[in-house]
């Protein structure tokens, strides 16, 4: 059974850089054909797909958030890693990492965590 559990602070500040991490658990993030998501649901708002790394370290992100946003991992640790870089109150939304067993369009994922709730204020 694969669990995903992210973790990180609940309150960032304006123009600061959100880091959220995934501890995978019940299978590798460097088995081949998985894709480690990163996703987001602002409150009233539907889900928005933010960036992936995949099995061989390549990393793909949502054109809208390119800009800002990182995905890194560390395999001894079996973790994923998101940073959102100068985020605003508009960031505020519950972050969710998901595993997908393949690359498509849109994106269909087998395990979620639980997802964490960040806010962004002053």
């Known amino acids: 059974q694969v669990q995903l559990q992210e973790s990180g602070p609940g309150l960032v500040k304006p123009s600061q850089t959100l880091s959220l991490t995934c501890t995978v658990s019940g299978g590798s993030i460097t088995t081949n054909s998985y894709y480690w998501s990163w996703i987001r649901q602002p409150p009233g708002k539907g889900l928005e797909w933010m960036g992936a790394i995949a099995y061989s370290g390549s990393t793909y992100y949502s054109p809208s958030l390119k800009s800002r946003t990182s995905i890194s991992r560390d395999t001894s640790k079996n973790q994923f890693t998101l940073q959102l870089s100068s985020v605003t109150p508009e960031d505020t939304a519950a972050y969710y990492c998901?595993?997908?067993?393949?690359?498509?369009?849109?994106?269909?994922?087998?395990?979620w965590g639980q997802g964490t709730q960040v806010t962004v204020s002053s």
């Open positions: 998901a595993r997908a067993p393949g690359w498509s369009i849109p994106m269909e994922y087998d395990y």
